[in-house]
């Protein structure tokens, strides 16, 4: 259980997706100038973290590792290994599961859905959801570790992202030298956030 929650506040506060490893910068910088986008691209980017990564430890453990093919009974499978289709496969899923997102926020929200644009689709091609269910195998997760590792890197990209977008809304009213105004601000502010997460990293639960 320690470890657990040990996994679940490394990966928002010190393993942050954003400020420990730049994964999902593009559309943290682009959609992140009202607080209102923010908070419904960071739901969608929990959500798809929480089924993608889950899913696809479940792949990889008993489709994809070598001889993870032996719980079939078939002979000719118990050697195989198909570990070569793992960046395939989880981009499939990954895919799959924002093309949900897609139609629910369309059908339900469709202010948000015309707000957010482009970067919902593109959430299919986040560095930080991709690097989610890498991070899971490289580090050889169970599978309740994999849910805590996704829901904690989750809240660490929503928090990052909402919170930017706060400082943005807030910093329009102050008078920012010129050369730095746009995303030179942004990325100074970027780089004190990313300190302040930080000091979280000598926490041990």
Request: hydrophobic residues 60%; proline residues 3%.
């Amino acid at each position: 259980m320690v470890d657990l929650a040990d996994i679940f506040v490394k990966a928002i506060f010190a393993e942050n997706m954003i400020f420990a490893y730049f994964l999902g910068m593009c559309s943290y910088l682009a959609v992140s100038k009202n607080v209102k986008t923010a908070v419904g691209l960071g739901a969608a980017v929990i959500f798809v973290l929480l089924l993608t990564v889950p899913a696809n430890w479940a792949i990889q453990k008993f489709f994809l590792n070598p001889g993870a093919l032996r719980w079939t009974g078939i002979e000719a499978l118990a050697a195989v290994d198909l570990s070569f289709l793992s960046f395939i496969l989880y981009i499939a899923v990954i895919a799959s599961v924002v093309q949900l997102v897609e139609m629910v926020v369309e059908k339900f929200s469709p202010a948000l859905y015309g707000a957010l644009g482009i970067f919902l689709p593109l959430i299919a091609v986040n560095c930080s959801i991709l690097g989610g269910s890498l991070f899971m195998g490289e580090r050889g997760y169970a599978f309740t570790e994999s849910i805590a590792f996704s829901l904690g890197s989750g809240i660490g990209w929503f928090l990052a992202i909402v919170g930017i977008a706060a400082i943005r809304e807030k910093i329009q009213y102050s008078n920012v030298p010129p050369p730095l105004r746009g995303l030179g601000i942004t990325f100074i502010i970027t780089g004190l956030m990313g300190l302040a997460f930080m000091s979280f990293q000598g926490i041990s639960l």
